[in-house]
């Protein structure tokens, strides 16, 4: 089986816009949640949201590369910059060789409704303008990178709810062992704004601990009301070992495991032997146990019925020595982007070895209790972990990453 | 509308919107050659022109306009025929 690693890395959340900043959150436990007043003003039942300010590109990029770009495009750019420079992936290498992008997204709302107000208004789509259309659709960070950066490969988005980026690294995974492509640049990008959460903040689904909000996101914990919505973006250059050693890159970590599955079941709501199946996947496509995880990154968003299921097919398969955490607690549940981002913090981790505070996680309940989960941070030398995400309509992912050892 | 009111707009939105240096401008500046416009750029001329000239413009009006000078005149018509 062909090596599969990880050769750069790139982050712009709520928690920090580079690695250095966000691993300083992390490692002192520090939450990305507010509120935001436009919520208030629009009738939310929850304003709790990640806080997160947008790049100027001005100097970036020329007018016609950011008139494309919606809000998540503009993280995922700047992400995706750290992480190619990182993985020392110039302008010449990328026109010279295929580099591919495989990139989650599942929505762009603003687009849409600023492009249908103007045409309800002036009754003339002329008026939209140009950027609109590259805004509007799911493909629009793929679309638009692949454009900017000059990307001769695999070129897609993959839309599979708040698994969506977690997906498309493991199908990076898959085109690669393969053979079909050396170096994809794979990641997930998630918009931050009142328009794209009024729905699914109509299901109930979201905190409304409004008086404290870095309170609000309390995966596992008893006494947690829903989770905190939040996003920005993430990039991992996934490659293949040869390709990685050919280049000089540097070798950050070795993706060695991707299961999936779909519960079949519910839309909305998660069960317990879907996101187990997902897990045995991985771990039987890794070839290791459940006894060699040293640490899993939970999906664990914070709702009450998603993370009790969790917690049981957690204990199902790994009992109750694994440390386990959730980094939503600081970041809130950055969605489309969460895959790729958790991979991320839990790479941090790994070099820098310590498991991050699942922050307001003080007193268990019937099943988080049986798990090892700490609300402080520990000490911890991390050589393999394992990172869950799961989404609507049942879809389930599950990545794990090594340390990389020649 | 004068010429020079409806000139002075014309550049004063390419420079500030479309980034377009100002010793470009000029009147026999091609938009594709010398200015680097390209045809998506025109549906945002088109934007900008209603909302700083009042009036809409059909796509297939810009098909003919090729330099700086044939934008300023179908400006002055156009305003001429709204006045």
């Known amino acids: 089986m062909k090596r599969i690693v990880i050769t750069g890395m790139g982050i712009y959340s709520t928690i920090g816009t580079n690695l250095e900043e966000v691993n300083n959150s992390l490692y002192n436990g520090i939450s990305g949640i507010g509120i935001d007043p436009k919520r208030i003003e629009d009738g939310f039942r929850s304003p709790l949201t990640g806080i997160i300010k947008r790049p100027d590109l001005k100097s970036l990029l020329t007018r016609r590369m950011r008139i494309g770009l919606p809000e998540q495009g503009e993280y995922a750019y700047m992400a995706t910059l750290e992480a190619i420079n990182m993985a020392c992936l110039d302008e010449d290498f990328r026109i010279n060789n295929e580099v591919g992008i495989l990139y989650g997204n599942d929505s762009s709302a603003v687009p849409v409704i600023n492009a249908i107000d103007i045409v309800r208004e002036k009754k003339d789509t002329t008026l939209v303008g140009s950027g609109s259309i590259f805004q509007s659709m799911n493909s629009t960070i793929t679309m638009n990178l692949s454009v900017i950066l000059k990307l001769r490969g695999i070129n897609f988005t993959i839309s599979g709810a708040c698994a969506s980026s977690s997906h498309a690294i493991g199908m990076a995974m898959i085109l690669i062992e393969q053979g079909l492509q050396d170096i994809i640049i794979c990641g997930g990008g998630q918009e931050v704004n009142a328009e794209s959460m009024g729905s699914f903040d109509g299901l109930s689904a979201f905190s409304m601990r409004t008086d404290e909000p870095t309170k609000a996101s309390r995966p596992f914990d008893r006494d947690r009301d829903g989770l905190v919505p939040s996003g920005g973006a993430a990039t991992i250059i996934v490659e293949s070992y040869e390709s990685a050693i050919k280049r000089g890159a540097p070798i950050l970590a070795e993706l060695i495991g991707y299961g999936f599955s779909s519960n079949g079941d519910h839309i909305s709501v998660p069960n317990v032997e879907g996101p187990t199946r997902s897990l045995e996947r991985a771990l039987k496509y890794a070839g290791i146990s459940a006894a060699d995880i040293d640490y899993v990154n939970a999906h664990a968003t914070s709702t009450p019925i998603g993370d009790l299921n969790e917690a049981q097919a957690l204990f199902n398969v790994f009992g109750s020595k694994t440390p386990v955490n959730s980094t939503k607690s600081m970041t809130g549940h950055e969605m489309w982007m969460g895959g790729a981002s958790e991979i991320i913090y839990s790479i941090l981790m790994m070099q820098n070895s310590y498991v991050a505070p699942t922050l307001n996680f003080e007193n268990p309940d019937e099943y988080s209790s049986k798990l090892n989960i700490s609300g402080k941070r520990t000490d911890k030398s991390i050589d393999v972990f394992l990172s869950n995400s799961f989404g609507f309509g049942g879809t389930n992912s599950t990545l794990i990453v090594r340390k990389f050892k020649k | ?83």
């Not at chain 2, 000029?26 to 416009?37: I, T």
């Not at chain 2, 009006?61 to 018509?77: A, G, Q, W």
Request: glycine share 2%; net charge negative.
């Open chain 2, 1 to 83: 509308m004068i010429r020079e009111e409806i000139i002075q707009k014309v550049n004063a939105f390419l420079i500030e919107e479309f980034e377009i240096d100002e010793e470009q401008i000029s009147p026999e500046a091609n938009f594709k050659d010398d200015l680097g416009l390209e045809s998506l750029d025109f549906v945002d001329i088109v934007v900008v022109i209603e909302r700083d000239f009042g009036f809409k413009v059909k796509s297939e009006d810009m098909i003919n306009i090729r330099k700086l000078s044939d934008l300023y005149d179908y400006i002055e018509r156009q305003v001429k025929v709204t006045e």
